[in-house]
Each structure stands twice: as structure tokens, then as C-alpha cells.
DNA sequence: ATAGGACGGGTTTTT
DNA sequence: CCCGTCCTAT
């Protein structure tokens, strides 16, 4: 993104376009004759950048005029035929690159696709100015027209936590009790209902009642209210705020749509109802205007829709523009038949799809099917995954050798990758888990951009009071609070009743003397915010409001790498043109830089999985309850299994050429062990592309199909030859203690990246087992220390200690776990 | 002010 | 079980 909103003429100074329309396209179906012809024509002397394509790319790319749906299955080439549509926009001299409006979800995404169209097009085409997420393209609209939201176009952007800061500050002012209503949960609501494009007027009366004693609207509306007159802005905001400015002002509107000739959206399936009121206003234009939106996405992927994305946007384009063009891409460049096979026969069991089957080519022989595994605990689960990693890695059995970054492990959810950790560090075998909080989400960057924002933008409070007394400076609660009355009884921000206050007598000596210290030094700061170079003037900060002093001073293991983190964060500023232009980029991309040169298997989530492949994918945990996921089917019905459904087929289409699914049979949730079933996944996989490992150990075996899974198979079974061994967790914290910018140690030849996730590791969580639990809490249990019983999977034990109905057992076999009692028998 | 204990909560995540 | 948060006791 660019440092300044000012670079961009808001009214096209360019000439027009230097070439007429093309004619619209012949038909519905087929292309005619004379589009034929010149598609001849054009296939001459076509451009580098179209050869290659396949017919159906092709015609997603060429198909300027009109509104275009492209439906692009995983893998067949989606980035390309976008970053292909918008260079042939700009080389057939369709529009300028100012006049293309392209949206993505991510940054990530946004960076990819810049990166790909300046190949295309050769470095002759400066950066695309309206490239970019929907909210950085909602900052730029809103920066320009802040006056007409009731802000100033220097407001600050606040991220999730000073909301909840916020948000408490109100309940608590209400008079309300915040442990009752918790400002999280109420932040959760109020982004529900801007993810729904809802302001406090619109809000139903069911949730307006549901929360603060039925104050929720009177809430959501002192919180709007309060961010405006700290001149700041959420990320709902960044979308609300153009759509109210477009509706009230047709004449701004207007202006968009004549400098929009073209828009495209990326990932349009995971529009919410916000970003579709949006985009509606923009790409919706009069009778006999061209409208020519171009949406790319596949309804199979959503995944999205427990926040707020509508699967229906994208399933109703054709209704919302009349005359499209709708464009399958099925023809899939990544992974195997099987693979593909196995994905299209799991989709299937969708209704309300679209309907695409994904095809390849390329058959191989050679090519191996889905392969589904059974393990008898998470902890097998895990070793044997490792184990087939290493077999691959080593390449043993003829194969080649592969790498570990072509490998990854996606899970349903975040607590499973913990097992896996545990099993890589034993192992010395590298990983990367991606995910989880990030750089800029670190307490030390949070206090450093405190600052920054206060110096740049006065009336932040909610900065003033992250760092008023950080570090310590004798300014306690109290004070703060009197700051705080004080400030708002005369609607000033904080930092100015500062400046007031401390002219009076009305704080201790000490007190004042250290308010009046902040307050100078942050007139200072201001004063130089011009003329010294903005990382000069950051490191200045640091130094002078004693901020470094204080993790200098700090003995504990994490305060070098804070340090370090801090002199990461000033060095990042070096790219970017002044502060302003820095805190700007900070608030709206989050994201961390991996670090290729590591080669290292891959751990993270499913949903952070979209988008990318591996050659090899691990599948882990396709037990009912897991995935499909217990509180997806409560919350969300039959569209909730759809859902997770097709994250399975997101999972599977990861995959180029391996895909290894795994279900246990065991799996502790809540600290206890439960038994588990297959997930109705499994069943719903073709057997003509699936084969169901053997061997892997004596008592697993997928059960042959359908009905399968009985629970005798594991009667015999002697999983214990190794015992529960202590998971190296605790020697991955102290390998790691040292990481601190990038996050990956290297000590002893064993490299873990972390992606994100900051000192504290991954936070262990697990899945809801409640019912069970709690079914049977309040009866006295009928066993007792000593007794002899048998577990239907654990074999004989005797029981060690009784916790109301959790039985501590030492199994002869199973060593020592903690079961329901429900799940045993007196012997 | 800070350690330590009680307490609650525990799917997925971007901006 | 395992973690983060909040309140209490020093």
C-alpha cells in the first residue's frame, strides 16, 4: 500500500480510453462465427501473456464488456486468469491502471497479485492505486471523504483490542457489570452486525435486548458515538462509513463510477453482506452503462460463513447482474485424479452448489490414491505421521527424496497441532506452524505504536492510556481515571486535559511532575514530526520515554527478544515515507514473513490452508465431533456440516500428489479420554480412489467401507508398546528461547519457525466433550480407589484416584489415564 | 506493584 | 488438561 492517501488524482485526468468497446459477445452459448473468426485473429498475433491459457481462461480473460462470473474450482488456475484479465485491460489500452478497482481478502493476496500483473506487463505500469482488500480500499475512500462520516481524514484505525478497551470503559460507565457482559463478547456482536452492514438503528430488537440489560442498541451506539469523537474508525467502519457516504451522496457515487471502468473481486464467496452492499454500490450501475464486474470465486470453498460470509452473494450474481457471463474453470493444474477423485466424490454430498467437477489430464499410474489411516490415539497419530515424513524425506522405498517444505499437516483445530510439535521436536525434525498472533499483535510493538499514534494523532486516547503509565511512572489507576473525567467532561482528548491539568495544583507533586513530564515530552515529539526522519524520531521515542530502559531492565527470559523485537519494528519504518504512512500500513496488515530458506514441514489450520498446496498433505482428526466439528453441527444445522464439509474438500485439494487422511480411535479431550468415531467424511470418500492403509500398527484397519467401524476391531489391540511418553513441549520452549525476530531457533540442528503465534506458543485447546462430562457429575460415583475394572479399549487397571465421575486408572497395559467412569466396568 | 490462586472457557480468522 | 484473566494478599 501506499504511504500517502494524497498520491491520487481523484478525478481522472487521463485521457479516455484509446480504444472503442469490442462488440458484446455473440450468443449465449458458444461463441458465433464471427467471434470465432476473430478469436482466430486475435490467436495470431496474441499477446505473450494469453498463450498458455486454455480456452475457458482465455474466455474469462477476454470477456472485458459485460458483468463475468468466474467460477474457478481449486487449482485451476484462478490468480492467473485475474492478473491475465486486468494486463490485457491495461495492454489493449481499456483503461488506465488508475481506473481498475480490484479487490482481495488479504494482503497477501493484494501483494501476489501486484506482484504477478508488473511480470505481465513489464515495469512500465506504475503500481495499481485501487489494488487492494477491501479495507485498504475503504481507508482510501473514507480518507477522502471523512468530513461526510463526522471525521477528520487523519483518523486513527483501531484493531480488536482497544475495542474490547473501549468497549469496557462504556459498560462500565453504563453502570453495568463487565464481568456479567463481557466487552469482548459485545465487540463480537457489534462486528457481527457491521459484517451485516447493521448501524444501532438497524439492529434486530432480539439482539438489541440480548446483551447490557437490554441496552445493546443504546451500547453500539455510545460506541459509535466514541469513536467519533476520538476521530477513529473499526474495521467495520472502513466499509460502513463509504457505503453510508455513497448512499447519501449520488454525486460522489457517481464520480466512482466513471473512474471505474473495470472492477474485479477476488474470492467472492467469502463476501459478507457489508462487502456485497459495497461492491453493489459501485459495480451496479444505470440501465445501458457498462457494468463491467468481474467476480472470481468457488461456492466449494466457502468457509468462511461463521463470520458473516454469504455463500448466497456469489450464488446470486446472475440475478444481481442480469446478462452474465458465467465461466467454469474445471480444469485443475495441481493434484492427481485420485486426489481430485476423492475431493469431487466428498463435494457431491452438497446441496445448494453450483456445481463444478474438477478435472486433470494427467493420469499416472504410478500416482498413489487417498490413503486413509486409523491410529488408536493422537499421540500414534502423530508418530506415525512423523514417521512417513521422514520415510519421504529420506526417500527411501525408490522414491525420491522430498523436501519438508513440501509437505504440511492442516487440522480442524488449532489444540491438535500441539501433538505434533511434541512429536517434531522429539524427532529434531523442522516445522513451521502458521498462525495465531502476529508480530504487531506483541505487548512491546503495541506499547511502541502507542506511542507512535499519540505523537501522530493527539486525541488517541486509547493510546494515551496504553502508555500513560508504561513505563511505570507513578500514574496510577486514580489518576487515570481523573484524567479520564476530566478529559471527557470537557470533550477534550486526554493528552490535552493533560496539558491542563497539570497547570493546576490539582494532582500530587509527584504526580503532576511526572504527567507534566509525559505531556512535554510528547509536545516535543510533535514538534519534531516534521523535520526528523520518522526512524530517527521512533528510536528517540523509545529512548526518551524511558521505554527500552524498561525491558533493558527486565530479567526475564523474554525481555532480549522484546528488545529485538522492538529494534525489528523501527527498522521496518525505514520503508516507509513518514510515520503516518507506517501506522497506516501497520493497521491494516498483520501478516508475518516466512522464511523460505528453512525447509520445514508445515503445520497450521485448514481455513489458513486456502489458497496454497503442497505436495504431500497430512489430514489428522476426521472423527465425528472433531471434523465435522461438534459445534458446527449444534450452531450451524445441515449448512454447518456443508461447511465443514467443504473445508475437507479444501484439505484434500491442497494436495498435488499425496493425500494422507487419519482418524483415531482415542482422543483426550479435556484432559480425559474419549472414544471417538470416523468421520462421516470418511464414508463419504470413493473407494475407486481411496485405499485404506494396513499394517500401520496390528489393531488399526479402516474397517473395509460403509459400517465398518465397529468397535471389536480394537479388542486385541496393543497400542501401548511405547508408553505415554512426556511431550517435548517443555524442551521446545527452552530450544526456542532464544527466538525472538523470526521466531525459529536453531539449536541443535532443529529449526521451528513460528509463524505468528508469539512467546507464549501454542495455546492448548481442545473440542466440547461437556455433555458427557456433565450428564453424570451430580450422582456420587459408584467406584473407588482400588478397585479392579475393565476399559473396553484400556484393557483391565485399577483405579488410583476418584474424582467425582473421572476415574484415574493404571491400566496393566495402557499405563495410567483418566477416564469417565462411564466407560468402565467393575471386573 | 506483583505473585499466586480461583475461575472460566476452550473451532475456524482477516482486516 | 492447560491457558489467560482477574482478584486478592503481601
Redesign the pocket.
Known sequence: MSDSFDDIPFFDEEPAPRKAPAPPPAGNGGLGIAARAMAARDQRRAPDYLSGLNPEQREAVETLDGPVLVLAGAGTGKTRVLTTRIAHILATGRAFPSQILAVT????AAREMKERIGVLVGGAVEGMPWLG????IGVRLLRRHAELAGLRSDFTIL??DDVVRLI?QLIQAEGLD??RWPARQFAGMI?TWKNKGLLPADIPEGDARAFANGKGRELYAAYQARLKTLNACD??D?LLHPIAIFRQNPDILKDYHGRFRYILVDEYQDTNTAQYMWLRLLAQRPKGTPQNVCCVGDDDQS??G??GAEVDNILRFEKDFPGARVIKLERNYRSTEHILGAAGHLIAHNEGRLGKTLFTDRTDPEDEKVIVHAAWDSEEEARAIGEEIERLQRGDAGGRKHALNDMAILV????QMREFEDRFVTLGLNYRVI??P?FYERLEIRDAMAYFRLVCQPADDLAFERIV?TP?R?L?DTTVRYLHDYARARDIPMLAASAEIVETDELKPKARKALFDVVQSFRNWQQQLEATPHTELAEQILEESGYTDMWKADKSAEAPGRLENLKELVRSMEAFESMRGFLEHVS????AETNENLDAVSI?????AKGLEFDTVFLPGWEEGLFP?Q??LD??GRS?LE??RR?AYVGITRAKHRCHIWFVSNR?I???WQSTMPSRFLDELPQAHVDVAVAESNYGGYGGGRGGYGQSRFDKADPFANSYST?G?KRAQANKTDATRDNWGTRSGHAVERI?YGE?????????GELVAKSVADKPSQFSVGDRVFHVKFGNGNISAVEGNKLTIDFDRAGQK?VLEGFVERV
Do not use: C, Q
Open positions: 481478502f488479504t494482503n497477501k482488500t477491501f479495507h485498504s484493531d480488536t469496557k463487565d464481568k462486528d474495521f467495520g472502513l468457509i468462511y461463521w463470520r480442524r483445530a488449532s489444540f498462525g495465531g502476529r503509565n511505570k507513578g496510577g491494516l496488515v498483520m501478516d497450521m489450520t485448514l481455513h489458513s466439528h459445534r458446527a450452531e450451524g454447518g461447511e465443514e473445508l483426550r479435556h484432559g480425559l511431550p513441549w505468528g507464549s506458543g501454542p495455546r492448548g485447546r481442545t473440542i466440547d483418566r
